[in-house]
């Protein structure tokens, strides 16, 4: 069995800030910390760059890809559109710590964020992030598309529902609360936003993307 690689997590904004050599030290400081800033590195000399620079810098630009389409197929499928805002949402651990956002498209300025959330799965944030970002385009009266990397959130929003086999306990219990809040609002509000999948093999990590992979 191959030895785990050694990661380094820099903490921009948390109750303490700086570089942490495992998740655990890392995690202690954006537990309860609303709007933490955080990102894991290879190398302590990478992680120690990131520190000295800007967040936004390093979310969504953590990995260069191979995409394994032709030139045929990229061309078909395009640019992204961007006149649109994109979500996504980082869970370390299945359940673990969880987070969504959602951000221009284009300029990644950061348009709204949650978590972290204690006890949450990947799934259910990438369903809460597409929710929060419908209800915040229908409040700017915006017309947006909004783009997500997950099909199981845009099923579960087509379907009205959060089809999570996750249980609730008194330590997700806020997140549930959310997750109540985000059907009722599916259940009681229109929307003309059009929902697309944000093609990863093609553009790269979506925008949003926390960069933790």
Request: aromatic share 12%.
């Amino acid at each position: 069995m191959s030895k785990k690689k050694k990661k380094y997590y820099t903490v921009w904004k948390g109750h303490h800030t700086g570089i942490f050599e495992s998740w655990d030290d890392c995690k202690a400081q954006i537990k309860n910390f609303e709007g933490a800033q955080y990102k894991s590195f290879e190398t302590f000399d990478a992680a120690k760059k990131a520190l000295n620079g800007n967040y936004r810098d390093y979310i969504g630009n953590s990995k260069k890809f191979m995409s394994g389409l032709s030139q045929e197929q990229l061309k078909k499928i395009g640019q992204p559109n961007y006149h649109s805002i994109s979500v996504d949402a980082a869970s370390s651990g299945n359940p673990g710590v969880m987070e969504y956002r959602g951000v221009d498209t284009k300029s990644k300025k950061q348009l709204f964020i949650q978590g972290p959330f204690q006890e949450g799965t990947n799934n259910i944030g990438e369903f809460l992030a597409l929710v929060h970002g419908l209800s915040y385009l229908k409040k700017h009266q915006s017309d947006r598309i909004i783009y997500t990397d997950s099909k199981t959130a845009m099923s579960w929003v087509k379907k009205k529902t959060c089809n999570t086999k996750l249980e609730r306990n008194e330590k997700n219990k806020a997140l549930f609360e959310l997750v109540e809040r985000a059907i009722s609002w599916l259940n009681l509000n229109t929307y003309n936003t059009t929902i697309v999948k944000w093609e990863t093999k093609a553009w790269g990590e979506i925008p949003a993307d926390f960069g933790r992979k």
